[in-house]
């Protein structure tokens, strides 16, 4: 590692979205070797002497190149695009954004919830077909939340529902390290129980082989028949046709979902139609602070790389 590393952002990155991060380290750290590129040759030329890089993903080509790169800093939570074993045989560390997204996903799963418990959805079809019929609305105050992953998104999701009187429960890889916030924590064994006992079933877990599918029919099946299952992780953490099936059935009360296994979600899905869907493009994530805490995030961890120091975030 040099005294002043080479970073690239690559083309990979839109480039609104690059400005945005490359504005936002610079202002932070004006001295540092910060390279944009804007198409595919600028970064072909470029990534030879990056040991650093900021982006969404790194194309098989970028990646056989870059023969200096130490570090990939990842502009998304999830990382499930990226080849572990060749990074790991290349001794190159991966870090990803977790953290960055836990208050816009945190608001818009309190949304999803306030919108079934007020049945605002009922209310935006009512408007759309010109009718003015009265239905009731309930409270989330009393009510039990499952936070399934309760990392920087579901301990977020945990504080905001706190603050509705909500009672909060979930799962977590190691229940002592569990977020304030939360009244009761157990082990991912304790999956079921939380299934069993939520009002709203929130999935913030990253999708890795033992998150795949993890909520399928069994689960749908212990949950209460009013309950609300909340999906910001990832798609295929949900089996979708178990889940759909159940909404069909009257299994659950319903679902708000940001994410799906097929994305852009096909126009022949059932989803669209069933009147106990929520569905939201992916975009859970999105705010105008993302980029600029992203530029925070990495300013963070470059200061460690070169103290050699433990990263944040580090995936690999």
Request: aromatic content about 6%; charged content about 25%; hydrophobic content about 40%.
């Amino acid at each position: 590692m040099s005294d002043r590393p080479t970073v690239l952002i690559p083309h990979h990155v839109p480039l609104d979205s690059a400005r945005e991060v490359f504005e936002g380290i610079e202002t932070r750290r004006p001295d540092l070797d910060l390279h944009l590129a804007t198409t595919p040759e600028e970064s072909r030329e470029a990534i030879d002497e990056a040991e650093i890089a900021v982006t969404f993903g790194l194309d098989e080509e970028l990646l056989e190149r870059a023969e200096r790169l130490e570090w990939i800093q990842a502009l998304s939570a999830g990382v499930d695009r990226y080849d572990f074993e060749t990074l790991e045989e290349r001794g190159i560390a991966l870090t990803n954004a977790s953290g960055v997204h836990a208050e816009p996903i945190g608001e818009q799963v309190l949304g999803y919830m306030l919108t079934f418990e007020r049945n605002l959805h009922k209310a935006a079809r009512q408007q759309e077909r010109g009718i003015w019929e009265r239905f009731r609305g309930g409270e989330l105050a009393g009510k039990t939340v499952g936070v399934v992953g309760l990392g920087a998104i579901g301990t977020r999701v945990a504080e905001l529902s706190q603050a509705f009187d909500m009672t909060v429960i979930g799962t977590k890889g190691n229940p002592d390290d569990a977020p304030d916030a939360v009244d009761e924590v157990f082990g991912p064994d304790g999956l079921h129980e939380v299934c069993q006992r939520s009002d709203y079933l929130v999935v913030a877990v990253p999708l890795t082989d033992e998150t795949r599918g993890m909520i399928g029919r069994w689960e749908f099946r212990m949950m209460q028949s009013d309950a609300v299952l909340i999906n910001v992780a990832r798609g295929e953490v949900v089996d979708q046709d178990a889940m759909v099936h159940a909404l069909q059935q009257g299994a659950i009360g319903g679902a708000g979902l940001d994410v799906f296994e097929t994305e852009p979600l096909p126009q022949d899905s059932p989803l669209w139609d069933l009147s106990n869907v929520v569905v939201t493009p992916h975009m859970s994530g999105s705010t105008p602070e993302y980029m600029d805490r992203c530029a925070e995030l990495f300013v963070e961890n470059y200061d460690r790389h070169l103290a050699g120091e433990p990263l944040e975030n580090r995936i690999v």
